[in-house]
Antibody
Framework: QVQLVQSGAEVKKPGASVKVSCKAS????????IYWVRQAPGQGLEWMGK????????NYAQKFQGRVTMSRDTSTSTVYVEVSSLRSEDTAVYYC?????????????????WGQGTMVTVSS | EIVLTQSPGTLSLSPGERATLSCRAS???????LAWYQQKPGQPPRLLIY???SRATGIPDRFSGSGSGTDFTLTISRLEPEDFAVYYC????????FGQGTELEIK
């Protein structure tokens, strides 16, 4: 079945970096955009950016420009998000999600498959 | 950037009742690129509606979406116990923005 499986929880100190992975299975990896969304404890959803697994081009939310890097490894059908210069406000659950339709049909799309989430805690 | 405002913040209803959730955009949402998600505690969001009114795969027909331009509505015709959750709207026509959410709680 189509699924996205994310890496486990992380605890980091302020100023450090964290890299979260999201492994796709059950579909052709390069055919669908992958998005990253985060959710601080008790808060709403915040879009961070998207990556095209075919070629690796990225589009980041302005808030995260310069501090977030998304990448992919086509050999393992895995995408990554790395957040640098962590601060306490980055404490959140980080989700990857797949676009609903093939990327050549729609460049903007709703998110139909989600990973289980990865809790990142930033604390000294 | 488009801002989405959801109302009410909390909606208290009983199973069997009808729920109406609102999502208002600060600017017109292009091509009705408006989605609704349901989220339960400890779970990722689940896509319910895309394109303002199309149900996602496997979503029961008691969920329906409507609206265009700046005003959108999610309606749950007869609430089931499993429908009590937080609901988010999202626009995906111009970047990607979520509303702040509506909590649907059991009365």
């Amino acid at each position: 079945q189509v699924q996205l499986v994310q890496s486990g929880a992380e605890v980091k100190k302020p100023g450090a970096s964290v890299k979260v992975s999201c492994k796709a299975s059950g579909y052709t990896f390069s055919d669908f955009y992958i998005y990253w969304v985060r959710q601080a404890p008790g808060q709403g959803l915040e879009w961070m950016g998207k990556i095209n697994p075919n070629g690796g081009s990225t589009n980041y939310a302005q808030k995260f420009q310069g501090r977030v890097t998304m990448s992919r490894d086509t050999s393992t059908s895995t995408v990554y998000v790395e957040v640098s210069s962590l601060r306490s406000e980055d404490t959140a659950v980080y989700y990857c999600a797949r676009g609903r339709t093939e990327r050549w049909l729609q460049s903007h799309d709703a998110f139909d498959i989600w990973g289980q989430g990865t809790m990142v805690t930033v604390s000294s | 950037e488009i801002v989405l405002t959801q109302s009410p913040g909390t909606l208290s209803l009983s199973p069997g009742e009808r729920a109406t959730l609102s999502c208002r955009a600060s600017q017109s949402v292009s091509s009705s690129y408006l989605a609704w998600y349901q989220q339960k505690p400890g779970q990722p969001p689940r896509l319910l509606i895309y394109g303002a009114s199309s149900r996602a795969t496997g979503i029961p027909d008691r969920f329906s979406g409507s609206g265009s331009g700046t005003d959108f509505t999610l309606t749950i015709s007869r609430l089931e116990p499993e429908d009590f959750a937080v609901y988010y709207c999202q626009q995906y026509g111009s970047s990607y923005v979520f509303g702040q959410g509506t909590e649907l709680e059991i009365k």
